[in-house]
């Protein structure tokens, strides 16, 4: 295939020698472009991967003179190899870590009690986020904020308990051979990343950089000085920032450029896709390619459903499974096994130890801060579910699940279709709707709906751009009597 104007131009901006910023919109060829760049060179380049699977592909696209890995393997080489005897320990229970780093006692903060297992939990977790961070030490920042300490005093409180356990746990980590806290792949990572090191390489190509951990924003650009650097991305796709990721390309020093013909699907579908980017302020507009004739409209028998929440897609599975249908929900169910568990040992009088729900003594109390605390309202499609259903009738539901290439349809979130594609796409119901123009008849004066977040939009960007066919708007269908998003940009 020729090149389009726009893979020429990111290659003649390369060939100069430019650090640079490449704005890739759903479905523009990216990787294929990459390796355009790579081949037309016999420099000696490095492709940092979002995950194994792509860093695997990519070996089969890219020439030899390029090593596809992830930042992980980089570190496994560099010290992860050292920590192996480790690695391969078998896993323990939080509360036994903790009571191994001295967290021997519960603690009252507010009107709630911290057992020792939610402590220790929640100090494995400090050290977790301290690892996603590109922070030299852990501070209270790091600490998680529970469920019932939302206030601030309280959470300094927790945090100043937590914080000397999780810089104890760090220390735990250092040594190679031997230690309490079971070490995984994000510790090396970490260990490496504190090293500053330096990757021999001409030039660096990052994907999905719009959804970086701030350890590895870190170092790449401490490659700055040595090594030709190219952020790979679609801004509008950043949707992991709730759990840390960062979206390094629009701050990023370097020629700005863009991939925004779209071979996935047509035109009628990227003016879809352009409503949700013009939301997200995003800076790329897509063009679809005529040839391929995607068509919007009701989709009866769906590839796939994509939902905005776990909990969504486990009303979707179960909804479907009672239809009659072979089911398959991507990325597996362990989550939500977790939150059912979480949810019948609630039920029966128990404490839970799932990080979302073990601050609740009960059923009763989660039922209660859902529907009234706001905090809390996330919750509440949760607790619909299993008042509905119950635990039970979820686990099983689970537990028969079919593989993908056997089912008939595939439930997703639209975080975890991030990347895929399918031929007939369903938009769940569960995409929330801003809240509707209110009347103040006091005033005589109507106050227009809410506007749409951006992060929502963003979301509902790549939501809408999975179909290569048939895209049935469905839960996002709102958005045509909406003052943001009519007319179509």
């Not at 991967?49 to 696209?61: C, E, G, L, M």
């Amino acid at each position: 295939m020729n090149p389009t104007d726009e893979q020429t131009a990111a290659a003649d901006a390369f060939h100069a020698g430019d650090h640079l910023v490449l704005q890739a919109g759903a479905g523009t060829g990216k990787t294929t472009t990459l390796a355009l760049l790579a081949r037309a060179t016999t420099r000696r380049g490095r492709y940092l991967a979002y995950n194994r699977a792509i860093a695997q592909d990519a070996r089969t696209r890219f020439p030899h003179t390029v090593q596809c890995k992830t930042a992980h393997a980089l570190a496994y080489a560099a010290v992860g190899h050292r920590y192996t005897r480790r690695l391969n320990a078998p896993r323990r229970p939080a509360w036994q870590t903790g009571q191994a780093l001295g967290i021997t006692q519960h603690l009252r903060i507010g009107d709630r009690e911290v057992s020792q297992r939610a402590l220790s939990n929640a100090t494995l977790r400090t050290v977790a986020r301290f690892c996603h961070s590109a922070d030299e030490t852990i501070t209270p920042h790091h600490v998680p904020h529970l469920r019932g300490l939302e206030d601030p005093d309280l959470h300094a409180q927790l945090a100043a308990h937590i914080v000397p356990f999780a810089r104890k746990a760090w220390a735990d980590l250092q040594h190679p051979d031997d230690g309490c806290v079971r070490f995984d792949h994000d510790h090396y990572l970490k260990i490496w990343a504190l090293t500053r090191p330096r990757i021999q390489a001409d030039f660096l190509l990052l994907d999905e950089a719009q959804d970086t951990n701030p350890v590895v924003e870190q170092i790449f650009l401490n490659q700055r000085d040595h090594a030709q650097l190219v952020v790979v991305g679609d801004s509008a796709q950043a949707i992991y920032q709730w759990r840390g990721a960062k979206d390094i390309m629009t701050g990023f020093d370097g020629t700005q450029l863009a991939l925004s013909q779209s071979f996935r699907f047509g035109p009628a579908l990227a003016a879809e896709a352009n409503r949700w980017l013009h939301m997200a302020d995003a800076p790329i507009r897509l063009t679809g390619t005529p040839a391929v004739p995607t068509e919007l409209g009701p989709v009866t028998q769906p590839d796939a459903v994509l939902c905005r929440t776990n909990v969504g897609a486990m009303a979707h599975v179960m909804t479907l499974m009672t239809a009659g249908y072979r089911v398959a929900l991507a990325g597996g169910g362990d989550s939500l096994q977790a939150l059912a568990l979480a949810a019948r040992d609630l039920k029966e009088g128990r404490h839970t130890h799932h990080p979302e729900l073990l601050l609740f003594p009960g059923w009763g109390d989660l039922q209660d801060y859902a529907a009234h605390d706001p905090a809390g309202r996330d919750l509440q499609p949760l607790v619909n579910l299993i008042d509905t259903h119950g635990p039970d009738a979820i686990l099983t539901a689970l537990a028969h699940l079919a593989p993908e290439q056997r089912a008939q349809v595939t439930v997703s979130t639209a975080h975890k279709a991030k990347g895929r594609e399918w031929p007939r796409v369903l938009i769940a119901d569960d995409f929330a709707r801003p809240s509707d123009s209110t009347t103040n008849e006091q005033v005589n004066t109507t106050r227009p709906p809410d506007s749409v977040d951006d992060a929502e939009a963003r979301l509902a960007y790549v939501a809408v751009t999975r179909t290569r066919e048939r895209l049935d708007l469905g839960g996002l269908s709102w958005i045509y009597d909406h003052p943001d998003g009519t007319p179509s940009v």
